[in-house]
């Protein structure tokens, strides 16, 4: 099926000649995530605008080629950021509810929902 | 952020993994949720608005009106955000957004140099190319060699106008109508809006090219 015939099927959905406009669901949801803080006024637009563009060149100067493959890496990076510089959560809480989810999946068989349970905050 | 130092110790033929990035935005996401500052289901429904409901159309119906609608097509040159929110499109983000109208002297062409700024809100997401670094950096430099990357070849003496986005202003390429559709409808004619044209590095499509 070609790019114009889905199109034809699924009209108005923004594929491109290379693919989704997000690969991964990580990214959609990463991507929802500064649109819905942003909507209850934690940051302003310009403030958000500004940490995805110092993240953009951090990484840059970093070494990251910047080919817009890892776009949704700098956006991951400045909502941690922004959400840091709020008050909402610091480095180390952020880092807790990692190794949560680490253990849970970790106990999780191959395949299942992963689900967070209190247990895994060790 | 990145740097999440753990000794792994996983059991790949029994237990499930997560790569690092799902990890941090699980993380985010669940502490997010627990202190009331999203909702799981507000989030599926922005992602679904933003991949399904909102996408190029929404730009390409914006152009089709102004190719058809003098009034329309000045009210959107004048104030694009006031113009496009007529039409019921959403615009959460960004405060201004202004179209720019190519013309045989001018052609207009949209990039953001910083960290891809686009007019989410008539367009979708944007595509990769579009946040890549050099895209950003061409656009600017040799515009008229990134038309030609896109298979664009402009008269010489068209002048290309680059316009750098910001959180502030976004933009909108209003192309030039393809000839040889005088009585066309606004539906018969948006088949004709291709997303790149109204970024600029493209055009809109001839009546001959499009699919039969």
């Known amino acids: ?122 | 952020m990145t740097a999440h130092d753990h000794n792994h110790d996983h059991d790949d033929e029994h237990g499930s993994e997560l790569s690092e990035t799902q990890l941090r935005v699980r993380a985010l996401e669940t502490i997010l949720t627990e202190k009331g500052y999203v909702d799981p289901a507000a989030l599926d429904a922005i992602v679904e608005t933003y991949e399904t409901r909102i996408g190029p159309r929404n730009g390409a119906v914006v152009v089709a009106k102004a190719w058809t609608d003098p009034a329309f097509r000045q009210a959107l040159l004048s104030d694009a955000t006031k113009a496009v929110a007529t039409l019921g499109h959403v615009s959460k983000v960004g405060d201004h957004l202004v179209a720019v109208e190519n013309t045989p002297e001018r052609h207009n062409m949209i990039v953001c140099t910083l960290c891809s700024c686009y007019p989410w809100e008539v367009l979708g997401l944007p595509p990769v190319w579009y946040k890549s670094a050099p895209y950003r950096s061409r656009a600017v430099k040799d515009p008229r060699g990134v038309l030609a990357d896109f298979g664009v070849e402009l008269p010489k003496a068209t002048e290309i106008r680059v316009w750098d986005s910001t959180a502030e202003t976004r933009f909108l390429v209003l192309p030039m109508r393809p000839a040889g559709t005088e009585g066309w409808s606004e539906e018969r004619l948006a088949d004709l809006v291709t997303r790149d044209s109204m970024i600029g590095t493209g055009l809109a499509r001839k009546p001959g090219e499009l699919a039969q």
């Open chain 1, 1 to 122: 099926m070609s790019r114009r015939e889905i199109a034809k099927v699924i009209p108005g959905l923004p594929h491109d000649a290379e693919g989704p406009v997000f690969r991964e669901p990580w990214e959609a949801q990463a991507f929802a995530m500064a649109l819905a803080l942003h909507g209850r006024g934690l940051f302003t637009w310009p403030e958000w605008a500004a940490t995805l563009a110092a993240e953009i060149r951090n990484a840059q100067e970093a070494g990251d080629p910047d080919t817009g493959e890892t776009y949704y890496r700098h956006w991951l990076n400045a909502l941690e950021r922004l959400v840091a510089e709020k008050g909402v959560a610091d480095a180390k809480t952020l880092a807790r509810y990692y190794d949560a989810w680490d253990h849970a999946a970790d106990r999780t068989p191959h395949g299942a929902p992963i689900e967070l349970r209190p247990d895994d905050f060790k």
